[in-house]
């Protein structure tokens, strides 16, 4: 079962403006992560940001966390043609454990 | 090993044989994971271990899917009487202990499984 919900599904952008990706959930969590996903193989932690934090930074990504109404963004400031890749929100409930993906955002970055 | 290593990276079957997939995941690390993914999907879980016991296995499918982890290390997925909708990428991640209560996952690339 999917947790949680991604949008938009697509997003083409040029290289320097700003990604921003949207993922909504449905039940109480301990933390919500971002992965990366290229070429449909492994994924790639990005960040994670807790339950009780509302925002969060690391490098070119920003992310925020709004518990009241279960969504996360990511920002991917001054975006790179590299950025290219699928991106998926993961949360990690109460229980501990298992984490739950969303179906993702593909970001295209054209040079 | 230095990453989270799967086995067979492509396995083509039949229809109705048996299969195995291979996780070594990183040493040291206690909690092992099984996702599989379809084109344009997100990973969708299966089942999560904490040492040797399936800690989570609320994802599997059906009872067709069995997946093991005797010594808390290597796990191996097993398929029986594969099906054609069976056909996916099969993803193992690991993640080492952490007291905070938050599991960071490095996956593997994945075992593609094509059940003609």
């Known amino acids: 079962s999917q947790q949680g919900e991604e949008d938009p599904q697509a997003l083409s952008i040029q290289e320097g403006e700003n990604a921003t990706m949207n993922c909504s959930y449905k039940t109480s969590i301990n933390n919500l992560q971002w992965y990366r996903q290229n070429s449909g193989r492994g994924l790639v932690h990005l960040i994670l940001i807790r339950s009780n934090e509302r925002e969060k930074h690391s490098g070119r990504l920003r992310v925020t966390l709004d518990t009241s109404k279960k969504s996360s963004s990511l920002l991917i400031t001054a975006s790179r043609a590299a950025d290219t890749a699928s991106y998926f929100c993961?949360?990690?409930?109460?229980?501990?454990?298992?984490?739950?993906f969303g179906q993702g955002t593909e970001l295209s970055v054209k040079p | 090993g230095a990453g989270v290593s799967q086995t067979p990276s492509n396995k083509v079957t039949e229809k109705g044989k048996y299969v195995e997939l291979r996780c070594d995941p990183i040493?040291?690390?206690?909690?092992l994971y099984w996702y599989r993914q379809s084109l344009g999907q997100g990973p969708e879980f299966l089942i999560y271990f904490q040492g040797t016991g399936a800690a989570d296995d609320s994802g599997l499918p059906n009872d067709r899917f069995f997946a093991v982890r005797p010594e808390g290390s290597v796990s191996t997925l097993k398929i029986q009487r594969t099906e054609r909708g069976d056909s996916a990428v099969y993803l193992c991640?690991?993640?080492?202990?952490?007291?905070?209560?938050?599991?960071?996952?490095?996956f593997g690339a994945g075992s593609r499984l094509t059940v003609l």
């Open positions: 040493s040291g690390h206690t909690a």
């Open positions: 993961a949360t990690e409930g109460n229980q501990g454990g298992k984490l739950i």
């Open positions: 991640a690991s993640s080492p202990p952490d007291s905070s209560g938050a599991n960071v996952l490095t």
